[in-house]
Antibody
Framework: EVQLVESGGGLVKPGGSLRLSCAAS????????MDWVRQAPGKGLEWVSS????????YYADSVKGRFTTSRDNAQNSLFLHMNSLRVEDTAVYYC????????????WGQGVLVTVSS | QSALTQPPSVSGSPGQSVTISCTGT?????????VCWYQQSPGTAPKLLIY???NRPSGVPDRFSGSTSGNTASLTISGLQAEDEADYYC??????????FGTGTKVTVL
């Protein structure tokens, strides 16, 4: 079964840092691009970042560029999101998703992890 | 990158059809046949419903269908069922190599 499990969420003060992890299983991790998508409480989905298979091309939403860094470890089947200079508006559930490069779909989605930025 | 525009809500009685629009620009929806639709029930992660504008993954009922015209994509739910009550989001690849989601539409089954 294809599975994505996020971890590392929690409460952090504005200006603080946090690292999210996503453990992948049930598929050949190194064959897929991976993404992060977030959803603020009661709000819609917002694409955050994508990383290609060899970590050569990494893209970010304008809202997080320069503050967030996406990385992956293909040997450990893991995806990471390093978040710095966190703002209140970064409060959201963060989802790890597998991306199809050919069809540009996101499937499956992890269960999500909540990041709360508050003083 | 601005979010794609969707109506906040649509509703219909069981058995009826509803259509959700998703309007973007030539840099996203209109420029690529890469529009996807996702269904999100309360408290759960989104689920892929439609990809490449019209294709359904295995297991998705054929009452869900997609189409596109210019910069607008559409999702139609035919023969609406109570279990279809959820939030629906469109997404598209963009000319910048990024992705953009729609603003989301809440479907209510009356």
């Amino acid at each position: 079964e294809v599975q994505l499990v996020e971890s590392g969420g929690g409460l952090v003060k504005p200006g603080g840092s946090l690292r999210l992890s996503c453990a992948a299983s049930g598929f050949i991790f190194s064959d897929y691009r991976m993404d992060w998508v977030r959803q603020a409480p009661g709000k819609g989905l917002e694409w955050v970042s994508s990383i290609d298979r060899p970590s050569t091309y990494i893209y970010y939403a304008d809202s997080v560029k320069g503050r967030f860094t996406t990385s992956r470890d293909n040997a450990q089947n893991s995806l990471f999101l390093h978040m710095n200079s966190l703002r209140v508006e970064d409060t959201a559930v963060y989802y790890c998703v597998r991306e199809s490069f050919l069809y540009n779909w996101f499937d499956p989605w992890g269960q999500g992890v909540l990041v709360t930025v508050s003083s | 990158q601005s979010a794609l525009t969707q109506p906040p809500s649509v509703s219909g009685s069981p058995g009826q059809s509803v259509t959700i629009s998703c309007t973007g620009t030539s840099n996203d929806v209109g420029g690529y046949n890469r529009v996807c639709w996702y269904q999100q029930s309360p408290g759960t992660a989104p689920k892929l419903l439609i990809y490449e504008v019209t294709n359904r993954p295995s297991g998705v009922p054929d009452r869900f269908s997609g189409s596109t015209s210019g910069n607008t994509a559409s999702l139609t739910i035919s023969g609406l069922q109570a279990e279809d009550e959820a939030d629906y989001y469109c997404s598209s690849h963009t000319s910048r190599g990024t992705y953009v989601f729609g603003t989301g539409t809440k479907v209510t089954v009356l």
